[in-house]
């Protein structure tokens, strides 16, 4: 996925050019030489990690929003009359310091925080909403925006030109712009408390993660999960100083990797507990009362702006458009997977009697016994296949030949950039023509310090009115191996780095004007579409014959298993469909909640919310629950999860296309690099969509990609 962590509102403006509020101006200026004062002297304007220390992100903050703050009343108070350039351009142009300091920061909090980053992001995240409300509640400044759009006919403007007035625009209204001074005034408070709730609960969440990891005392009791896993276990134990011991770490889903291999039910058991109360323990990382708040604040935001709850306020400038139409979506896909869900559960009761057990299935078994049931069906063992996953490999053979492919791009390594971590990974991205494309960095292992989940941005963004290029990263929690062993993964894994190097590809390629409309600044059921699309490549012949080698011997991986990884690819999908719609439900069902509701009772709410979707969540309870839902909560993607479904219909019909002319091929690459790689946010959506695919967006493909349909229908 994207992220945006400090604000989750869209477009690069609201990223970086955030206006001062008069409270900073009592604050003292910054002392002394800072590195966020001016642009980065390194390569592609990197961060200067090397001299970036935890206590210059708050004096550039505050700094940067003062200069902002200058800048913005600038344009506001201009006496000319309005133009493109000096209202639209000038505001592109401002708040380059808070942009430097804000991307940066953005960045290290999430992957690599501490105390002290922690505190700069309490501080500030308020800050910054009401910054964000200066610059779209001001009301000088939009009836210039507004006067622009009145008379956008007349100007002349070019294509991109034209977009990023219809943008700003949408920007304000949506921000509220149009209400009245008590009204503004009220949005502004609710504004400011739902930004430190939702760092509130970001903070918690890491927390809660951290001290969920299950601590085994018995190396007997982790049986099944192998002696890399074993030994990756005992040095995380020895991270917390927890000698003798052996700590089974959380990642962000609900189910957890060792669930599959352990032999032990009562440790399977106990780490599935682990993860599912993570923060539902009563202690101060309890997320339930701060997401009951969120809830009720974002309902009456929706309100307050003129619509029926936030689902309806999110989606009015998806792909989308409404909420009803996102669920519509995805209740098509319900009776089909209900009714393989049940014949899955079925089957894997099945395989627990016939493994000589008498007890009846629950979540902490699916992954355990759906191994066994795809080692009897498809004669495929995940531990065979982890050898020709080596992570390096697959990311220098696998990833970055498959851009090689279809893009044309090389790639080389760097150590004379800095960075924020040891383990980070930095490599300069060379276009087809020989010339620098962007900067690429990898942050891939486990840390205790690092939110869950995977993800991409930037730290600096394309523009060619900045003339900057991008400088783009990708952060996963792979586990870490224990010194002197390889770094082999699972091929869920190595989907992952492929999806995240597909919202990296969409970063690289921008090449608009405006950074408003660069790259990755597009609507959340948009967003994912290409790094979706990526992941077909990670089974495509071609590629999966470049990287999948033997870490030891370098074999290539046999003929026969790779045929048995593509029978199984539409294996288990009542699970692998289920978690996904039961969670973007559950996010949808949270935020129909209308401004009248009380607050709710996190538990009961979403047992409620669950027992409606029609799927069988006892069995298969949603990828993320209420409580650790860090998507929703504090990543931006509030009414959003969906998208990741949305997005994969357009994913798949794009396969589709592919396959139907030719598949990895540097012409189909070009031509999905220009039309929709390159676009950033430039046209809309569902116009973008169809000129590439040819028609409007078809669910077929993503069914039968499922397994859900029979091919051809």
């Avoid at 011991?245 to 032999?263: G, H």
């Avoid at 298993?561 to 949808?588: P, S």
């Avoid at 993320?624 to 504090?634: E, Q, T």
């Avoid at 950033?680 to 040819?694: I, L, V």
């Amino acid at each position: 996925m994207t992220r945006t962590v400090l604000l989750g509102t869209v477009g690069a403006l609201a990223l970086a050019t955030l206006a001062a509020t008069p409270a900073l101006a009592e604050r003292p200026a910054m002392a002394g030489a800072n590195p966020f004062a001016t642009a980065s002297t390194l390569p592609f304007e990197a961060p200067r990690f090397d001299i970036i220390k935890d206590a210059d992100y708050l004096p550039a903050f505050e700094e940067g929003m003062k200069i902002q703050l200058a800048e913005i009343k600038k344009i506001a108070d201009n006496p000319a009359a309005p133009t493109f350039d000096n209202t639209l351009v000038a505001m592109e142009k401002s708040g380059r310091m808070l942009d430097r300091v804000g991307q940066t920061f953005s960045g290290v909090v999430q992957a690599n925080t501490n105390d002290a980053l922690d505190a700069v992001q309490t501080t500030v995240s308020p800050l910054l909403s009401q910054h964000n409300d200066a610059i779209y509640l001001n009301d000088k400044l939009f009836q210039r925006v507004k006067s622009l759009y009145d008379k956008r006919d007349s100007l002349k403007l070019k294509p991109e030109q034209a977009q990023l007035l219809k943008v700003y625009y949408q920007q304000f209204i949506h921000a509220g712009a149009m209400l009245n001074d008590a009204d503004k005034a009220t949005l502004r408070d609710l504004n400011t408390k739902l930004s430190s709730l939702e760092t509130a609960f970001q903070q918690k969440l890491v927390a809660a993660a951290k001290e969920g990891g299950l601590v085994v005392d018995d190396k007997a009791k982790l049986a099944g999960m192998g002696d890399g896993a074993i030994a990756a276990a005992a040095e995380a134990a020895k991270g917390r100083k927890l000698e003798g011991k052996y700590l089974v770490p959380l990642q962000n889903t609900t189910q957890q990797p060792a669930l599959s291999s352990l032999d032990d039910r009562a440790t399977r058991q106990a780490l599935f507990e682990r993860g599912w109360t993570r923060a539902e323990k009563g202690d101060a990382n309890d997320t339930r009362a701060t997401i009951s708040d969120i809830a009720n604040l974002r309902a009456q935001k929706a309100k307050l702006l003129g619509f029926p709850n936030y689902a309806a306020y999110v989606l009015a400038d998806q792909m989308a458009v409404t909420p009803d139409a996102a669920e519509g979506f995805m209740k098509r896909m319900v009776p089909a997977l209900a009714a393989e869900q049940k014949r899955e559960a079925a089957e894997i009761q099945a395989q627990i009697k016939k493994d000589g057990q008498d007890f009846a299935l629950k979540p902490w078994d699916w992954d355990k016994y759906a191994e066994q049931v795809r080692k009897a069906k498809y004669d495929l063992d995940e531990g065979a296949l982890k050898p020709y996953f080596e992570l390096h490999t697959v990311l220098e053979e696998g990833v970055f030949y498959a851009a090689n492919q279809l893009y044309g791009l090389t790639f080389k390594r760097r150590t004379d950039i800095p960075v924020y971590q040891p383990d980070v990974l930095v490599y300069d991205v060379i276009d087809k023509d020989g010339s620098a494309l962007g900067l690429m960095y990898f942050d891939y292992f486990k840390r205790d310090n690092k939110s869950g989940g995977a993800w991409m941005s930037n730290f600096v963004q394309q523009s060619k009115l900045l003339g900057t290029k991008p400088v783009v990263y990708n952060v996963c929690n792979f586990t870490k191996p224990a010194p002197g062993q390889p770094a082999l993964i699972s091929f869920s894994d190595v989907t992952t780095m492929f999806h995240e190097f597909g919202h990296a590809l969409h970063g690289l390629f921008a090449n608009q004007t405006y950074e408003t409309l660069s790259g990755t600044n597009v609507a959340r059921d948009f967003v994912e579409f290409p790094s979706q699309f990526n992941e077909h490549w990670a089974l495509d012949p071609k590629v999966l014959a470049h990287y999948a080698k033997n870490y030891q011997t370098g074999e290539a991986m046999p003929a026969e298993l790779v045929e048995k990884i593509k029978k199984a690819a539409t294996f288990n999908q009542g699970y692998a469909l289920g978690e996904i719609v039961a969670a973007a439900m559950l996010d949808l069902e949270w935020h129909s909640l209308p401004a009248d509701a009380p607050k709710q009772d996190v538990d009961a709410f979403e047992k409620e919310a669950l027992a409606k979707t029609g799927l069988d969540v006892d069995d298969v309870p949603p990828r993320y629950r209420s409580s650790y839902f860090l998507h929703i909560w504090g990543n931006g993607y509030a009414a959003g999860y969906y998208a990741y479904l949305w997005t994969e219909m357009l994913d798949d019909d794009s396969y589709t296309w592919f396959k139907d002319h030719g598949g990895l091929t540097r012409e189909n690459g070009e031509r999905f690099r220009q039309m929709i790689l390159s676009k950033g946010h430039t046209e809309d959506y569902g116009p973008m969509f169809r000129a590439f695919y040819g028609k409007d967006p078809d669910i077929g493909p993503m069914l039968q990609n499922r397994g859900l349909a029979p091919e051809g229908k």
